[in-house]
T-cell receptor, first 114, second 115 residues
Framework: DAGVIQSPRHEVTEMGQEVTLRCKPI?????LFWYRQTMMRGLELLIY????????DSGMPEDRFSAKMPNASFSTLKIQPSEPRDSAVYFC????????????FGPGTRLTVL | AQSVAQPEDQVNVAEGNPLTVKCTYS??????LFWYVQYPNRGLQFLLK??????LVKGSYGFEAEFNKSQTSFHLKKPSALVSDSALYFC?????????????FGTGTRLQVTL
């Protein structure tokens, strides 16, 4: 298996622009998680899905952030409009039902908002 | 909510010496505990987990962790450190049950192994 796939790996954009991050979970995994990592805040859980349904989005910082999972093999995290404080590394992770919560992480997307 | 604490931001150790990265937990019920490692510019990688059973858990790359219920600790250990072990280490605990189940991570400890 190729593992969790994220694209793009790097994104540089200007303040006010829309940013879309993409994730393909490991085939057969029922859960998908979006995290954000910064030096100041560490690793934060933004939202997670079970069987394509959002379970907990309490970590989404504000309405500018939205996430979707239209099918079992694809998820997006969108920021509109983007701001410099959104600069971070965004990770996607997935796990299988009944796996004792062992999550598999993607390589991350490094977002820089100028 | 369940939580873990990593009291050290950084641990420095010489290559060949034993290493310990500390983690304490606060949970209601039986804890599911995890260690992950993050190498530079990479995602987190699973090292090991404790669910039940033997208090000494063995994981990847020669790491092990000791579950201590009386001290509510789950310290990560390795008998002989390598320079290549230098990375960021995260302790985590399962938070919630059923479909509302996620991992709560600690703040991370940077391990620096020097020659």
């Amino acid at each position: 298996d190729a593992g969790v796939i994220q694209s793009p790996r790097h994104e540089v954009t200007e303040m006010g622009q829309e940013v879309t991050l993409r994730c393909k979970p490991i085939s057969g995994h029922d859960y998908l998680f979006w995290y954000r990592q910064t030096m100041m805040r560490g690793l934060e859980l933004l939202i997670y899905f079970n069987n394509n349904v959002p379970i907990d989005d309490s970590g989404m910082p504000e309405d500018r952030f939205s996430a979707k999972m239209p099918n079992a093999s694809f998820s997006t995290l969108k920021i509109q409009p983007s701001e410099p404080r959104d600069s971070a590394v965004y990770f996607c992770a997935s796990r299988a039902q009944g796996s004792y919560n062992e999550q598999f992480f993607g390589p991350g997307t490094r977002l820089t908002v100028l | 909510a369940q939580s873990v604490a990593q009291p050290e931001d950084q641990v420095n150790v010489a290559e060949g010496n034993p290493l310990t990265v500390k983690c304490t937990y606060s949970v209601s019920g039986n804890p599911y505990l995890f260690w992950y490692v993050q190498y530079p510019n990479r995602g987190l990688q699973f090292l090991l987990k404790y669910i039940t059973g033997d208090n000494l858990v063995k994981g990847s790359y020669g790491f092990e962790a000791e579950f201590n219920k009386s001290q509510t600790s789950f310290h990560l250990k390795k008998p002989s450190a390598l320079v290549s072990d230098s990375a960021l280490y995260f302790c985590a605990v399962r938070d919630g049950t059923g479909t509302a189940s996620k991992l709560t991570f600690g703040t991370g400890t940077r391990l620096q192994v020097t020659l």
